[in-house]
């Protein structure tokens, strides 16, 4: 397979950074050194890397990874807590040609161990500590060739089917033919939860990520003088776009791993953070916090995404900081971002979710394809430069949400494919889109999209469940709280030491607020299916006081 070289005549050559049209996730930081190498780009405790620091780093990691042959398009994971190696690995391995598989921290080794199985990762980063505890699931692997290891320890890798690399070797520097790269090349797989079985990758290329950059860096105004907090995990769509806009923009990420809302309030104050991005679950415990002093004097803005924001929740932040300026977003992992409402129509509007963000259309279409009249309801469908590349090696899920759209054009012969959301919204007269509803039964808590099933395999797993039934219910604070109702297998099964087994197995976000046993079997739907909405509705109102 051919390769580029990092001083040859390939004008996308990951490493020489020369062209300052961005076009290649990877230019993002690399282009911002080229133009102010001694500024800041990276803080994490009491470290900083500017941006010339980075791109050495980065160089070199791409570099590292060439020389050990990952081949064009191979994957690589990254199962780290945010740090600077998550960073350099994320974009150094699309500068090098690969595509980089973020993976949530806090999911557990086999659910970490299906992801890699899952896109057939060649090299894994992750830190000795989460290695020990890994290990094993590592063994199935089987495409898995290379573990770099961060952090202190020197593990024994006699035996291993794969080699084991320290993180230092991997920026000691190394020159290597690199693979040409261009912006519909696949650049990332972020794996997100779907309406049934196990996680899907949705695939990303350069171009999506670089758009969505530039998009939301111009409508939030980023600039070179700005720092962001980087709250949320990222492996979210959100998460990364903090480092992908702050990078198009020259600016600085802050990396927070934090572990209490008093936390994320002390980060802002001592970093004197300009623009802060969260979900609802954390703007809700933040709004009942005394805010520091100050504040609002260098918080520029704070956004929302990963759902609604409550009324009360929005006004009191509002209060709290009256010269910052809100943004609600609405985005999609399937096109990385979607719409989003100027801070100047909150006031008229604190329950729209916007509209279209530039370089995208939004459409509002009936089940046969055609659009909905004003204040119709309809499904949410994004067509434009960020829709992705489908979800890895599912092609029937990649049909249900990448559709071709009705040609506008009668001449054009090649269809245009959108995603189609599976949310519910409508569109008033002047334009701005509203929120209703999610059509399938995905849990929405805390930011995260969690597929029933993944709850309900692991009850199974216990082999004291006969039948088990997972969904969510409005909550608060959370969004929506999982539930689950069992029958018991064989004789008496208690619900308490239940949720003690499933709390060893899933993340916290994923355990149930309450697993309740009921003699079996459970209802069924008109297709013999076990009916989660009907078990729900026997539950609304539980966590957000309306029921009697």
């Not at 969510?472 to 099964?493: C, E, K, N, W, Y």
Request: some cysteine.
């Amino acid at each position: 397979m051919p390769h580029g070289t990092a001083h040859g005549d390939n004008n996308h050559s990951p490493i020489a950074g020369t062209a300052m049209t961005t076009t290649l996730l990877h230019e993002l930081p690399l282009h911002a050194a080229a133009r102010h190498p001694e500024a800041r780009a990276l803080t994490c405790g009491d470290l900083t890397l500017t941006y010339g620091d980075m791109a050495a780093r980065l160089r070199a990691f791409a570099g590292a990874l060439a020389a050990r042959g990952l081949e064009r398009g191979e994957r690589v994971g990254i199962y780290l807590e945010k740090r600077f190696e998550f960073v350099v690995a994320a974009f150094g391995a699309p500068a090098a040609g690969g595509v980089f598989v973020p993976i949530n921290p806090l999911l557990k080794p086999e659910q970490v161990g299906y992801i890699l199985r899952d896109c057939n990762v060649r090299v894994l980063v992750t830190s000795a500590e989460r290695f020990a505890f890994l290990k094993d699931h590592l063994l199935q692997c089987h495409d898995l060739r290379r573990v770099v290891l961060t952090g202190s320890g020197n593990p024994d890798g006699a035996g291993l089917p794969f080699a084991l690399d320290a993180w230092p070797e991997m920026e000691a520097g190394a020159e290597a033919a690199l693979h040409r790269v261009i912006d519909t090349d696949m650049a990332a797989i972020l794996y997100t939860s779907g309406s049934t079985g196990r996680p899907k990758g949705v695939v990303l290329s350069h171009r999506n990520l670089v758009a969505g950059a530039k998009s939301v860096a111009s409508y939030l105004e980023n600039r070179p003088e700005d720092s962001l907090l980087a709250a949320l995990p990222l492996s979210f769509d959100a998460g990364f776009s903090q480092l992908t806009t702050a990078f198009h923009a020259g600016a600085r990420v802050v990396l927070l791993n934090y572990l209490l809302p008093r936390d994320v309030l002390n980060a802002l104050a001592r970093e004197r953070i300009t623009g802060l991005t969260a979900v609802p679950p954390l703007y809700i415990q933040l709004a009942q916090q005394k805010w520091p002093e100050g504040i609002t004097g260098h918080l520029r803005y704070f956004a929302n995404t990963g759902g609604r924001m409550p009324l009360e929740t929005l006004n009191a932040l509002r209060s709290a900081l009256p010269q910052t300026r809100p943004y609600l977003m609405y985005g999609l992992t399937e096109a990385f971002r979607s719409t989003y409402l100027p801070p100047e129509e909150v006031d008229r509007r604190p329950d729209s979710i916007g509209k279209a963000i530039s370089n995208a259309e939004i459409l509002v279409l009936r089940e046969d394809g055609t659009e909905c009249a004003a204040n119709e309801p309809g499904e949410l469908v994004h067509r434009g430069a960020l829709v992705g590349m489908g979800y890895w090696n599912d092609p029937e899920k990649t049909a249900e949400r990448y559709r071709p759209l009705p040609s506008r054009e009668a001449g054009l012969v090649l269809p245009e494919i959108a995603v189609f959301s599976g949310d519910t919204v409508r569109r008033d007269e002047e334009g701005y889109l509203y929120f209703i509803g999610r059509r399938d039964e995905m849990i929405k808590t805390s930011g995260y999209r969690i597929s029933p099933t993944e709850i309900e395999e692991v009850l199974y797993a216990t082999r004291e469940v006969g039948e088990a039934a997972a969904f969510g219910i409005p909550h608060p604070q959370l969004g929506q709280s999982v539930m689950a109702v069992v029958t018991a297998r064989d004789g008496f099964l208690d619900g308490e030491t239940l949720l003690r087994r499933v709390r060893e197995q899933l993340p916290a976000y994923m355990v149930p607020v309450r697993i309740e046993v009921r003699p079996g079997p459970l209802p069924r739907n008109p297709n013999g299916k076990i009916d989660r909405k009907g078990l729900a509705a026997q539950f609304q109102g539980l966590f957000d006081g309306s029921r009697p």
